[in-house]
């Protein structure tokens, strides 16, 4: 069996681990445009912090694809994919075989479009690359710009915080992760970070940006000029899916699969970053872009491709975050759209600084918001995820001395 | 291979596991001197109040696959070769709590540790006391134990025991599970004080 895999980030390579776990002798080849070994992508942002060296950042052995016998094609490309003829095609022409395709190519960070975008110091963060050239450009800086306030754009921020710069955040939304929180966690968080010398300016994007070789201001559409040596985009993340034929492998926002990673071809999956499958909290097609998520999917792909038949239960928004004093953990619908049908319970607020917001529908936990005290958020996540009927009356569940045992009875 | 296994049904509450689990995970390995030590060393077994105010012994399962590991930000997670202990590399570890989220029994607590890298926050959780077991000793929390909630035993024959416990159980005929007689008593009256006030 000739299992090819394109993309080398945790989903492909957790993919690899379960194939060769089944499979000692098969072919696996893994096609990756990073030439640096297997890496913990959330961890850029402790780099970028200072909490953590560039070193660390590898999460494998450099003699990973030789000790797992997997032919890596890395700095190369896949511009195409020949379904019917089972070939993957890359930039230089090659074509390579298949019996089995893994698509695990992630995501690019969402274009920014604004004149000047060429300018030094202006960065997205994505890539170790990234993370190197953006502590490089420290030296000397003292002011920067961060675009967006979701996952990215806050890690940015809070980073380029730790380092001592005046950061000023442009946010659409009055909070920032208004996609990952509720109003009430998000002004919470948002406190903290002002507290910590945060400004924030809300409604505002970038027209373009001015210098003379380096970024020295970025201009607002209302034309406000906001002087700054350093700039980080983090307006969210895109699938790559520019080189997936859409007629023959259906592609909604991500790359659509079923219950065992499979995409509409069969023997092509999809898994991590790039896939979009049933959101549990949910109950619709979701992208959870997410670490959890990439190592279990790319995981169950594995056993799939190799002829173990393993069923994935769907995808889960999650998220854990340490703001300076503030520990946040968030999983599941925490906002639903339509209030009706859903209940919802909460404790604590900015004054306790200890807050907790349950979302259930009908007996169902659907989502939870915990900010600090959040040991006992994977009983939470675990409620949701596995679909389990709340007996306990949710005051208790919401009550800070919750733990696994008061469940068992 | 032993593992500790847990009684919830027989836990008194007395919480002598924890003092006996931060003792062992201290430097000083004596109560008497782990107290005073920075950083203080915490306990890696934490007896909660259950839904009826009982007490409930919560530890790490060590869980295959674990949930924890496949969500470590860091690599920091492994299983120690051989013994199927889940181990977390201090060294390794940024304190990220994605762990946290991904545990679904709640087990893993965030500080300095005694074991750790000073002056950094890192996760910890139990680690089987494998320090203890490599030099011939069982495991602290179970050594400490003498309501009999926590035991060291063979996993197969654990889990026969459990297996006929639960058969037990469910047949009116046959023998209650053996739970200490004071124990099944004050859990009783637990039980009833609860139910009667009402919540
Ligand atoms: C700053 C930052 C912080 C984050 N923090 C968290 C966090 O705290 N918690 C969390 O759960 N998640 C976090 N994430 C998200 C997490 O990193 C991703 O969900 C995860 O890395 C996705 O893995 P993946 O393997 O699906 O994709 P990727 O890691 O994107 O890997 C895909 C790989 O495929 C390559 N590739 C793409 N297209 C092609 C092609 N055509 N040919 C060849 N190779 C290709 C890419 O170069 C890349 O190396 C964070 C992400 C960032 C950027
Ligand atoms: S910490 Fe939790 S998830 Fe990890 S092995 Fe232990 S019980 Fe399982
Ligand atoms: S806190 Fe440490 S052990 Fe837990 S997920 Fe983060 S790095 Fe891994």
């Known amino acids: ?409 | 291979m032993k593992q500790v296994v847990v009684h919830p049904e027989r836990c008194v509450g007395c919480m002598q596991c924890m003092l006996a689990c931060a003792t062992a995970h201290s430097r000083s390995l004596t109560l008497f001197a782990a107290v005073q030590e920075t950083p203080q060393p915490k306990p890696r077994i934490h007896v909660g109040a259950g839904r009826f105010n009982e007490g409930f012994p919560n530890r790490c399962r060590h869980c295959d696959p674990a949930p924890c590991q496949m969500a470590c930000l860091a690599g920091a997670i492994y299983r120690r070769d051989g013994a199927g202990t889940v181990m977390i590399n201090p060294d390794r570890c940024i304190n990220c709590a994605s762990c946290a989220m991904a545990c679904p029994y709640g087990v893993i607590r965030f500080h300095e540790d005694p074991l750790g890298p000073a002056g950094h926050a890192i996760a910890v959780k139990c680690d089987n006391c494998s320090a203890r077991v490599a030099k011939g000793q069982i495991p602290a929390c179970v050594e400490i134990c003498k309501a009999g909630a926590l035991t060291y035993e063979e996993m197969d024959a654990a889990m026969r025991r459990k297996t006929r416990d639960v058969s037990r159980s469910m047949s009116t005929d046959a023998d209650q599970p053996a739970i200490p007689a004071g124990v099944a008593l004050l859990k009783t009256i637990k039980q009833s004080e609860i139910a009667l006030s009402g919540s």
């Open chain 1, 1 to 409: 069996m000739k299992h090819v895999i394109i993309g080398n980030g945790i989903a492909g390579v957790s993919a690899a681990e379960a194939i060769r776990l089944l499979e000692a002798t098969a072919d696996i080849t893994i096609i990756g445009d990073e030439t640096f070994p297997p890496y913990s992508r959330p961890m850029i942002s402790h780099v970028l912090a200072g909490s953590q060296p560039h070193g660390k950042l590898p999460i494998r052995s450099e003699h990973f694809y030789a000790d797992q016998k997997i032919t890596p094609l890395l700095g190369r490309r896949a511009v195409g994919i020949d379904v019917a003829g089972r070939q993957v095609l890359l930039a230089d022409d090659t074509r390579i075989g298949f019996d089995r395709l893994l698509i695990a190519a992630g995501a690019d960070p969402r274009p920014l479009k604004a004149e000047g975008l060429d300018l030094k110091n202006i960065f997205y963060m994505r890539t170790q690359e990234h993370a190197k050239q953006q502590v490089a450009a420290l030296d000397g800086a003292r002011r920067a710009v961060v675009l967006g306030g979701g996952l990215v754009g806050f890690k940015a921020a809070y980073g380029l915080l730790r380092r001592g710069l005046a950061v000023t955040m442009l946010i659409t939304s009055g909070y920032p992760l208004s996609m990952q929180v509720d109003e009430t966690a998000g002004r919470m968080i948002l406190d903290e970070l002002v507290r910590h010398g945060l400004t924030v300016q809300v409604g505002v994007t970038v027209r373009a940006f001015e210098g003379n070789g380096s970024v020295r201001a970025a201009v607002t559409d209302a034309g406000t000029r906001l002087p700054c040596d350093m700039v980080i985009i983090g307006k969210g993340v895109l699938p790559c899916r520019t080189f997936i034929p859409k007629g023959q492998i259906e592609v909604d926002l991500g790359v659509v699969v079923d219950e065992h990673l499979q995409t509409t071809a069969p023997g092509i999956y999809a898994a991590g970053d790039v896939a979009e499958m049933v959101d549990i909290a949910r109950g619709c097609r979701w992208v959870n872009a997410l670490w959890p998520e990439a190592v279990g999917q790319g995981r169950v792909a594995g056993l799939n491709m190799a002829g173990r038949e393993v069923a994935y239960p769907g995808s889960l928004s999650r998220n854990v975050m340490r703001v300076f004093d503030l520990d946040v953990l968030t999983v599941g619908n925490v906002t639903p759209r339509e209030e009706a049908g859903y209940r919802i319970v909460q404790t604590g607020g900015a004054a306790q600084k200890y807050y907790r917001r349950l979302v259930l529908r009908d007996d169902l936990l659907v989502g939870a918001v915990m900010i600090n005290r959040i040991e006992q958020g994977g009983v939470l996540r675990s409620l949701i995820e596995n679909r389990i009927p709340i007996r306990l009356p949710p005051e208790r569940l919401v009550a800070p001395g919750f733990n696994f045992g008061q469940l068992l009875y």
